[in-house]
């Protein structure tokens, strides 16, 4: 997977990205980032990139061909069709299922806007996703572009460790994770739940399957809609 992302801050993809579990990915090349600084095709001696809305209003809006340059730069190094995702807050609303989706692509570019958005007429041109992280508004694209390559590259074999394994996760079938316990087995007079200590595999599954149902019954009620329960589960619940 590589991951091409257009932007007015490079540096802070670059820094998000070669942190932690994804810059491991990066060193060991099961992903690559390649950052577009916008800024460098302005096609003005003071680079600028923005300017002053039609019909007047607040803010700037970023100008149409500064954008497509840098996406055209982009897309010389790329042989086939590729997804452009356009972070905007009136994108469609990012999810589990769309990064397992996305993950599938060998590369993707992302376009962040900033200040008031971008010329319409160049997302017309090059976006094939508008997406969202969530119904609020950013300074920018560039945190929902770092949210969306982190939980796909995720998905990206060999870039988690066995231990960190993307299997059996929250979202997955539609019910979030069961909790999770480490070491000390009585923290603050807290003991773990005394199944988990059992070293009965079947009897922890079937524990674990039980809060997963109850939790996402507590906390995310709204996901149970889509989720597969067993007539014994749904009797639980009622
Ligand atoms: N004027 C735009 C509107 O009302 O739809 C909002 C522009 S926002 C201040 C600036 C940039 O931040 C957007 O172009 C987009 O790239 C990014 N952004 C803000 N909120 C976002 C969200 N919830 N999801 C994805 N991108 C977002």
Known sequence: MRFHVLTLFPDMIVNGMHTSITGRAIERGL???????????ADNK????????????????????????????VKEHISHPVRVVYL??????????????????????????HYEGIDERVLEEIVTDPVSIGDYVLTGGELPAMVMMDAISRLVPGVLHNEESAVGESF???????????????WREKAVPEVLLSGHHANVERWRREQSVLR????????????????KEREMLN
């Open 88 to 113: 905007t807050p009136q994108g469609r609303v990012f999810n589990q299922e769309m990064a397992g989706e996305l993950a599938g692509e060998e590369e993707l570019v992302f376009l962040c806007g």
């Open 31 to 41: 992903i690559g980032l390649n950052t577009v600084d916008i800024r460098n095709y």
């Open 172 to 186: 997955q079938g539609y019910l979030l994770e069961y909790p999770q316990y480490s070491r000390p087995a009585v």
């Open 216 to 231: 996402t019954a507590k906390w995310r009620p709204d996901l149970l809609e889509n989720a597969e329960l067993t007539p």
């Open 46 to 73: 003071h680079m600028r990139v923005d300017d002053y809305p039609y019909g007047g209003g607040a803010g700037m809006v970023m100008q149409a061909e500064p954008v497509y340059r840098a996406f055209e730069a």
